[in-house]
C-alpha cells in the first residue's frame, strides 16, 4: 500500500455517495479526488472507454440536478460555475473508472469506494429492520390504546353510576323555614 496519508477514510467516502434518480452515486469531481487525477482525466478516460460505462454504471446529471446537488453540498460551490454537467458513478461505475484509470491509487482507493457503498447498503438494511419492528411495536400499542380506553370507560362506568347525595349540615338552618 501507498502512504496513509493520501488514503481517505471509508466513512468520509460514505458521506460523498449521494441519492440521486434512486440511485446511490459518487460525482465525478469527488471520485477524481479520490483516485487522485483531474476530473477532466477522469471524464477522459470515461469518454475513451465508453463501451465499459452503460447507463446504470455512470450518468450524466441533467441542469436542474446539478444546481440542487450545488446547493446541497458545500463542497461542490465549483461546479456551479463549471458549463459541463457533472458525471454521477453509480457502485459499478466507481470500480470500472478504477480499472480504467490503471493506476495504484486508483486501484487503492477503488477498494475502499467499494467498501463505503457496501458499508451504506448495509447501514440502509439495518434500518429497513429496524422500521419494520418499530411499525410492529405500533401496532401492539394500538391494540393497547384500545384496551386501556375500554379499562377507562368501564372505570368511569362503575364510578358514573351512583351519585353521592350532598351531606347534610347540622344544627339549625334559618332558612329551611
Known amino acids: 500500500m501507498s502512504d496513509k496519508?493520501?488514503?481517505?477514510?471509508?466513512?468520509?467516502?460514505?458521506?460523498?455517495?449521494?441519492?440521486i434518480r434512486g440511485e446511490r452515486v459518487v460525482?465525478?469531481?469527488?471520485?477524481a479526488a479520490f483516485y487522485g487525477v483531474t476530473t477532466r482525466r477522469l471524464n477522459e478516460q470515461v469518454k475513451r472507454n465508453q463501451a465499459r460505462f452503460p447507463?446504470?454504471?455512470a450518468f450524466s446529471l441533467n441542469a436542474a440536478e446539478k444546481a440542487e446537488v450545488v446547493?446541497?453540498?458545500?463542497?461542490l460551490e465549483k461546479l456551479k460555475y463549471s458549463r459541463v454537467l457533472p458525471l454521477a458513478f453509480t457502485e459499478y461505475g466507481a470500480i470500472m473508472a478504477a480499472n480504467v484509470l490503471n493506476s495504484a491509487?486508483?486501484?487503492e482507493m477503488g477498494v475502499?469506494?467499494?467498501r463505503a457503498f457496501v458499508n451504506l447498503r448495509q447501514t440502509m438494511a439495518s434500518n429497513r429492520e429496524f422500521g419494520h419492528k418499530l411499525a410492529q411495536l405500533e401496532k401492539r400499542l394500538a391494540g393497547?390504546?384500545?384496551?386501556?380506553l375500554s379499562i377507562v370507560q368501564a372505570l368511569k362506568s362503575l364510578l358514573g353510576t351512583k351519585e353521592v347525595p350532598p351531606?347534610?349540615?347540622?344544627?339549625?338552618?334559618?332558612?329551611a323555614m
Not at 496519508?5 to 441519492?19: A, F, G
Not at 446547493?71 to 463542497?75: S, Y
Open 144 to 148: 393497547h390504546d384500545q384496551q386501556l
Open 105 to 107: 491509487r486508483a486501484v
Open 112 to 114: 475502499l469506494v467499494i
Open 27 to 31: 460525482l465525478d469531481a469527488d471520485l
Open 71 to 75: 446547493a446541497n453540498c458545500d463542497h
Open 55 to 57: 447507463a446504470e454504471f
Open 167 to 175: 351531606k347534610r349540615r347540622i344544627g339549625f338552618d334559618p332558612e
Open 5 to 19: 496519508k493520501t488514503i481517505i477514510p471509508v466513512d468520509q467516502i460514505e458521506n460523498r455517495i449521494l441519492l
